[in-house]
């Protein structure tokens, strides 16, 4: 018996985890080894991190008179 997904998981869901297989397993095939898998993994992560926080404004910046908002 297959096993049932879990609630709330779609099939983009379902498509997203592929891909990232797909990639795994291209990588493994090119001789990564599971730590340079892990490092590029870290490396996606430090780059959506990074745009993430480009893309929403921080709320303790410095006010148009150069003032501390946050207190």
């Known amino acids: 018996m297959e096993p ?3 609630s ?6 379902n498509d997203r ?3 990232v297989e797909g990639f795994i397993l291209q990588l493994r ?8 898998i892990i ?6 992560l430090d780059f959506v ?3 993430l926080k480009q893309r929403v404004p921080s ?3 410095p006010a148009d ?3 501390h908002q946050g207190q």
Request: proline residues 3%; without cysteine; charged residues 20%.
């Open 17 to 19: 985890r592929s891909t």
């Open 29 to 36: 095939d090119n001789g990564y080894t599971a730590n340079q």
């Open 49 to 51: 991190i990074k745009d």
């Open 65 to 67: 008179n150069g003032t």
């Open 4 to 6: 049932r997904p879990r």
């Open 59 to 61: 709320t303790t910046a």
């Open 8 to 13: 709330g998981v779609s099939a983009l869901g």
């Open 39 to 44: 490092g590029v993994a870290n490396e996606i």
